[in-house]
C-alpha cells in the first residue's frame, strides 16, 4: 500500500500551484471574453469595404 499522506510544506505547495493555476484560467476566461465575435468581425469587414469604396468613388470624382 502507498503512503498518500502529505506533509505540511507539500500541502502548502501544491495549495499555491493550484492558485496560480486558477488565477491563470480567470486571466483566460477575460481575454477570451474580450474576443470580437463573428457578426462584430463582419460588420467591421463590411463597413471597411464599404468606406474604403466610397473614398475611392469620392477622390475619383473630385480628380476627375
Given at each position: 500500500?502507498?503512503d498518500d499522506?502529505f506533509?505540511?510544506?507539500?500541502?502548502?505547495?501544491?495549495?499555491?500551484?493550484?492558485?496560480?493555476?486558477?488565477?491563470?484560467l480567470?486571466?483566460?476566461?477575460?481575454?477570451i471574453?474580450?474576443?470580437?465575435?463573428r457578426?462584430?468581425?463582419?460588420?467591421?469587414?463590411l463597413m471597411?469595404?464599404l468606406?474604403?469604396?466610397?473614398?475611392?468613388?469620392?477622390?475619383?470624382?473630385?480628380?476627375?
Amino acid at each position: 500500500m502507498t503512503d498518500d499522506t502529505f506533509t505540511l510544506r507539500q500541502a502548502d505547495q501544491a495549495r499555491s500551484d493550484f492558485a496560480e493555476i486558477l488565477d491563470e484560467l480567470e486571466f483566460l476566461k477575460a481575454q477570451i471574453a474580450r474576443m470580437p465575435t463573428r457578426p462584430e468581425l463582419w460588420r467591421a469587414a463590411l463597413m471597411g469595404l464599404l468606406g474604403g469604396a466610397c473614398l475611392v468613388q469620392t477622390l475619383a470624382f473630385l480628380f476627375r
